[in-house]
Nanobody
Framework: QVQLVESGGGLVQAGGSLRVSCAASGLTFSMYTMAWFRQAPGKEREFVAAISWSGGSTGYSDSVKGRFTISRDNTRKILYLQMNGLKPEDTAVYYC??????????????????WGQGTQVTVSS
């Protein structure tokens, strides 16, 4: 069945960079809108970025625009999030999500059908 497995999280200093990945299996990856969400302690799950089937369209939350880049490799079935200029407020568990029901770049968590287990990103000051 469908599995999404995040990796690449860790501890990084403020101003640094990190790339997290999401390896997908059990789905026709190229026909799913993919997205990254994050959740910090005591906060709701927050939209970060989304990408269309072939990667031609992307969308970002205002808080990460200009710093983060979402991309996908449909051959390897991997979703990426390149995070630059990291800030302590970026500290969160980062989750990848897949939406097979819409071609829109949805920003609400309930629109997504499948979720990974998350990977912890901690940004120190």
């Amino acid at each position: 069945q469908v599995q999404l497995v995040e990796s690449g999280g860790g501890l990084v200093q403020a101003g640094g960079s990190l790339r997290v990945s999401c390896a997908a299996s059990g789905l026709t990856f190229s026909m799913y809108t993919m997205a990254w969400f994050r959740q910090a302690p005591g906060k709701e799950r927050e939209f970060v970025a989304a990408i269309s089937w072939s990667g031609g369209s992307t969308g970002y939350s205002d808080s990460v625009k200009g710093r983060f880049t979402i991309s996908r490799d449909n051959t390897r079935k991997i979703l990426y999030l390149q995070m630059n200029g990291l800030k302590p407020e970026d500290t969160a568990v980062y989750y990848c999500a897949a939406d097979g029901s819409s071609t829109l770049l949805n920003r609400r968590a309930y629109e997504y059908d499948y979720w990974g287990q998350g990977t912890q990103v901690t940004v120190s000051s």
